[in-house]
């Protein structure tokens, strides 16, 4: 069976910034944020017509600064927060804020993408709070509560992790506490996943070569890996399904996997990418399948079985299998599962720093690179009914 | 007499007669007695000439006639003179013989009757003797006819006489038997009584022959039970046991017993040897003891043994017929045992042999423990012994190939470590003159190495050498040379060099750590020397001195090579990712450290620049110590002096005045991305080849794509996009020379300066011109 060709979608304007609009599960819907510093930024929305293989989209004004992180709400569709950089007298600060997309957004964003007027006046942003952080320096990250109520939100900003509380509509943020890094040196945290396990009580958070854990009741450590990289770590994901399993990735070039139980070694390394790999996600549903974006212009799928939640396999409840069924399920499981890479992408030119699972359609991803191209690919058919079959 | 005539005939001719003159007169003679067939057929050759004065045709005649015929007067003289001459010698020699047969004669009837008068007194005396002879045989019958009777008696009273003297004998026996017992002549009482034995058992009806059959059993008894107790007490030698035996076995004691106790006998004393034998300190003295003491020893009582109870003669009832089997049988299970013993002190004590260095020490023992085996082997031949032997020697074997290859591995490391120091020490004192030292270590290191293989090789070929004898045994002559020597010694060897030039690119973890990276560098080569002749070299020495027999699919040398290209692949791999990541550090906190929006106008080239350069070049040089030079691409004649167009004013106005377009796919950063469409993908991390330009490739790409990523990640104001912009032509003036490609860095360079214009507050580049002169400046 063909796969579709994959769909490519340029900005004008640079870009890192890329997340799926996690509270809608219907429309295929992703964010990119881009980096100009001569121009106002904006925040494209682009709408994936699975049927028809058309891209759509519309934009928005994001004037306050370039666009280095973007997140949205899981509960809000219309929310969503960026971390940009404001320069100002010859300084420049990332901020981080919460925005809303207009209301109207929608109604004129139906055209085509050929149409050269759309652009030219588009909506702006509206602010809903600054997540103030002159106090706490430059801030690498916002993370919204996973499957939350989009009333809390994390940023980390220098050696802070923050917890905010949002209130009246997200109009205001407080932070109800807050961790700091201590240690030699100008520590910074680079990145930061909150875990979806646990009651979301789990941060992960890397600085340099070390991946840390955090309780955030009582916001204190509970594991460090030190040097989990033999470099940056650049990105982590929590396993979606089981809930002591984290990916990181960094400038080592290789993606590693963690059970945080035991520290010491990796579960799993991968060593696929010939340079720094920036962005590792888990897909929503199937955590078997894993993207990595790196700055060797490659996007990979790996399929990593063993180490997944369905190391054998989907498995069908018992209640739905007749008989025949059942006979039919053991010799799959049977099957040995090896992991593999599934594809490697080569569509972009430059580093992708990006990369992101659809939250409507888990065969669905796409992936940004440096110079504004988009590109939207699927998971291959075949591996799609192996899995699901 | 025709001898008598040919002397006379001799002896009358005179002396001066030719030869052919004689022989003549012989053949008349023989012609006269008609004697010679020989003398006929001459004669039948002569006979037809009528003018043959010799031959009997001869016609005077005719003779006369072709005489007066042919010859002259004067001739004719002579010839007549001759003739008379020769019927003169004739006549003469007529008269001699006539006389001398004459004389013979005369003797001859003398002797002829003086025998007649002889015979005639014979004759009387005959007849006087056989008068008397009859006289003779008259009174010999008369003299046998009175002496008849005397003479049947006289037989009687012998017989009689023998009897009496075996019934003395008999009547005897009991204080005889003492007497032997006192004197200890147990063979001798032994002899007698198996002498009498027959008799008393037959007529022991009778109670005085019962009463001395008594005696005797019990005196019997007693002299058995003293050489039992003789038997048991073991302090005689082996001959007086043998002889113990050789009697109780004739007194019918049961032989298995006998066995039990010669054999428990025999074996405190090879125990006591082999007690003797754990006290031994020097492999070679231990089996030099061993095999003189208990193996000997055990030799000696296993002969006695089978001369008493094997190969004894099948002496009627006294050897049952099952005495061999049953003996033999004891005597296996006894060697085994015993020999279960030796063989475990034996490998016990070859197991503590660890030093690997001499290794014809243990050879030697190894040898004279198996030669001595063999005597076993011919004694007794259907023995476990020799084989179980055998055995031990080959495990020996087996156990010293482990420890030449554990010996050589730490060899190996200690040669590494050796070398690691010898890099470390001279940077530390004298600076930068390390590195020239390279290509000798990398000599040194290989050329100890080999020797060390070879003189391991060298050794345990000791064990396959000619005069060792079981060198001829089919594990020596097979297997130990391939498996052995060749799979689990060099092959094992030569895959641990591999492994563990690996585990410096795992171990040392990412940051390059602990692993000096010329050590890096210099055990790639080395492994690449490996991959290109000295396996080769290494299993060719190795199969021509052992005459390796492929048999057993062994590790080819191929798999070997390609095992020690993917290490020397690896290790310049992790060596460029090392370097690469060296020199990127240096960068990236060059980079990140600086407020790059609030910089001053750049004034000279940064000294970090001047420092990748520099280490570049080192770089150069370490490599260029153990690397070819390579291939590169033809470059420019004034590389150095290329501008950077990309990021020339007139070419930034164009790139983004109007590219604030309408928003579709695909049409921005066109330029860019047309230029990328149309060069090769660039990969940072990949193999590269095993030359210096392609190590040096790929160190200044890795540098160079870290540069541009953290470019990326931060903002510039108009000072900051100049600095890179001289940077980045320092680098370009100097870095060209040393990559396959200058494209590739002019590639890079152009990369870093275009995100550093995009990250730009206010892009005013700086003239080219004034570049060039910081930078020639600095």
């Not at chain 1, 989209?57 to 994001?62: A, I, N």
């Not at chain 1, 593999?340 to 569509?347: G, K, L, R």
């Not at chain 2, 006289?135 to 009175?146: K, M, N, Y």
């Not at chain 2, 005459?547 to 057993?552: A, E, F, K, N």
Request: glycine residues 4%.
């Amino acid at each position: 069976m063909e796969d579709d060709a994959p769909v490519i979608y340029g900005l004008e304007f640079q870009a890192r910034a890329l997340t799926s609009q996690t509270a809608e599960s219907d429309a295929i819907r992703f964010l990119v944020g881009t980096q100009s510093l001569k121009f106002d930024n904006q925040i494209h929305i682009i709408d994936f017509d699975d049927e028809n293989n058309i891209i759509s989209k519309s934009v928005l004004q994001h004037q306050a600064g370039e666009i280095w992180h973007i997140s949205a709400s899981p509960a809000d569709k219309a929310v969503l927060t960026t971390c940009y950089n404001k320069t100002s007298e010859s300084r420049v600060v990332t901020c981080g804020a919460v925005w809303r997309m207009p209301p109207e957004w929608e109604s004129g964003s139906h055209e085509s993408p050929d149409d050269p007027h759309n652009s030219h006046n588009p909506q702006n942003l509206e602010l809903l709070c600054h997540l103030d952080n002159s106090s706490h320096g430059n801030a690498s990250c916002v993370l919204w509560e996973p499957m939350g109520d989009g009333k809390c939100v994390i940023s980390l900003a220098d050696n802070h992790a923050l917890l905010w509380d949002l209130t009246e509509s997200s109009t205001q943020a407080t932070i109800s506490s807050s961790a700091t890094l201590e240690g030699k040196g100008q520590l910074k945290f680079t990145a930061g996943k909150w875990s979806p396990h646990h009651n979301c009580t789990q941060l992960a958070t890397a600085n340099d070569t070390a991946i840390r854990g955090w309780d955030l009741r009582t916001m204190s450590q509970i594991y460090c890996i030190e040097n989990a990289h033999g470099q940056l770590v650049r990105d982590l994901d929590f396993n979606p399904n089981k809930q002591y399993y984290l990916a990181s990735c960094g400038d080592d070039c290789k993606v590693k996997f963690w059970d945080v139980r035991n520290i010491n070694e990796p579960v799993k390394n991968l060593e696929e990418h010939s340079h720094w790999v920036w962005s590792v996600r888990y897909n929503h549903s199937h955590d078997q399948l894993v993207l990595t974006g790196s700055s060797d212009s490659r996007v990979i799928l790996s399929n990593m079985v063993s180490i997944s939640s369905e190391p054998f396999g989907h498995l069908v409840d018992d209640d739905d299998l007749s008989d025949a069924e059942d006979n039919h399920q053991d010799e799959k499981t049977k099957e040995p599962l090896q992991d593999s890479i599934i594809s490697t992408y080569e569509e972009h030119e430059d580093s992708v720093y990006a990369v992101e699972w659809s939250s409507a359609d888990p065969w669905l991803f796409a992936s940004l690179s440096y110079d504004g191209r988009l590109v939207i690919n699927r998971v291959p058919r075949a591996l799609k009914y192996h899995i699901l079959l | 007499m025709d001898g008598d005539i040919c002397a006379t005939d001799t002896a009358t001719t005179p002396p001066d007669s030719d030869p052919a003159r004689k022989r003549r007169v012989h053949g008349m003679l023989k012609l006269y007695y008609g004697l010679n067939e020989e003398g006929k057929t001459v004669d039948q050759a002569e006979s037809m000439n009528p003018c043959d004065i010799n031959g009997t045709h001869f016609d005077p005649e005719v003779y006369l006639n072709k005489l007066r015929r042919e010859c002259s007067l004067g001739e004719l003289m002579d010839q007549e003179s001759c003739m008379v001459k020769q019927i003169r010698s004739l006549d003469s020699d007529m008269q001699t013989l006539v006389y001398e047969n004459y004389n013979k004669f005369i003797s001859a009837t003398d002797t002829i009757r003086k025998m007649k008068n002889d015979f005639k007194k014979m004759e009387d005396e005959m007849d006087c003797l056989s008068t008397n002879m009859a006289a003779i045989t008259e009174f010999s019958a008369h003299i046998s006819g009175t002496l008849q009777d005397q003479h049947a008696q006289i037989t009687k009273l012998s017989g009689v006489h023998t009897l009496l003297r075996k019934l003395q004998f008999l009547f005897e026996l009991p204080a005889r038997l003492n007497k032997c017992l006192e004197l200890q002549a147990y063979s001798q009482a032994v002899s007698s009584h198996r002498r009498a034995r027959c008799v008393l058992q037959q007529y022991s009806h009778m109670p005085s022959f019962r009463g001395i059959q008594d005696d005797c059993h019990a005196i019997m008894d007693k002299l058995a039970q003293e050489l039992r107790q003789k038997f048991r007490d073991g302090g005689s030698s082996a001959e007086d046991l043998s002889e113990c035996v050789e009697l109780l076995l004739q007194l019918d004691e049961p032989a298995e017993e006998l066995c039990d106790k010669f054999l428990s006998h025999a074996q405190s004393r090879l125990e006591a040897n082999l007690r003797g034998l754990e006290a031994e300190t020097d492999i070679l003295e231990f089996i030099d003891r061993g095999c003189n003491e208990f193996v000997s020893s055990l030799c000696l009582v296993i002969a006695s043994y089978q001369e008493l109870f094997v190969n004894r003669p099948q002496e009627g009832n006294l050897a049952s017929k099952d005495i061999p089997h049953m003996a033999i049988g004891k005597l296996h299970a006894f060697v085994d045992a015993l020999a279960t013993c030796y063989f475990s002190l034996v490998e016990r004590r070859i197991q503590e042999e660890k030093s690997v260095g001499d290794n014809s020490l243990l050879v030697r023992a190894l040898d004279r423990f198996h030669r001595r085996l063999q005597a076993v082997a011919k004694l007794l031949p259907g023995s476990a012994v020799p084989s179980q032997g055998t055995e031990i020697v080959v495990r020996a074997a087996r156990e010293r190939i482990k420890q030449y290859l554990a010996a050589l591995q730490s060899f190996y490391l200690d040669s590494l470590r050796d070398v690691r120091q010898a890099l470390a020490a001279p940077r530390l004192a004298t600076g930068k003159d390390a590195p020239a030292s390279l290509p000798e270590l990398l000599s040194s290191l290989s050329a100890s190495i080999l020797n060390q293989i070879k003189s391991v090789l060298a050794s345990v070929h000791l064990f396959t050498a000619k005069d060792i004898t079981f060198s001829n045994k089919p594990y020596f002559k097979g297997e130990f040379c391939s498996q052995g020597v060749r799979e689990s010694l060099v092959v094992n060897f030569i895959k641990f060099v591999c492994q563990s030039s690996r585990q410096f690119c795992e171990s040392a973890g990412d940051r390059g750590g602990s692993t000096p990276p010329a050590l890096l560098l210099l055990l790639s080569r080395l492994c690449l020397d490996y991959e290109t002749s000295t396996i080769t070299y290494i299993l060719t020495l190795t199969d021509e001195q052992f005459l390796v027999q492929h048999h057993s699919p062994v590790t080819a040398v191929a798999a070997l090579c390609g095992e020690a290209r993917g290490a020397a692949q690896k290790l310049l791999n992790h060596y460029v990712k090392v370097q690469g990541l060296i020199i990127s550090q240096m960068l990236r906190k060059s980079v990140e450290t600086r407020d790059w929006v609030n910089t001053i106008e750049p004034r000279n080239v940064r000294a970090v620049m001047k420092r990748v350069v520099e280490d570049t070049t080192s770089i150069d040089v370490q490599v260029g110590l153990l690397y070819e030079e390579g291939v590169r691409k033809a470059h420019s004649s004034d590389s150095s002096k290329r501008t950077f167009s990309v990021y020339s004013g007139s070419r930034q106005q164009t790139r983004y005045a109007p590219s604030y377009a309408p928003s579709a796919p695909m049409d921005t950063n066109l330029l860019s991305n047309i230029h990328k469409l149309f060069s090769e993908r660039i990969d940072i991390f990949s193999p590269v080849e095993f030359n210096k330009v392609s190590v040096l490739t790929g160190i200044i790409k890795i540098s160079l794509k870290t540069f541009l990523e953290c470019v990326r990640l931060r903002t510039f104001g108009r000072y900051g996009l100049q600095q890179i912009q001289v940077d980045c032509n320092y680098l370009q003036m100097y870095l060209w020379r040393f990559v396959s490609d200058e494209n590739l860095v002019h590639f890079l360079l152009d990369e870093i300066v275009g995100s550093t214009a995009h990250r730009c507050l206010d892009p005013a580049p700086m003239e080219q011109s004034v570049i060039e002169v910081i930078c020639e400046r600095g």
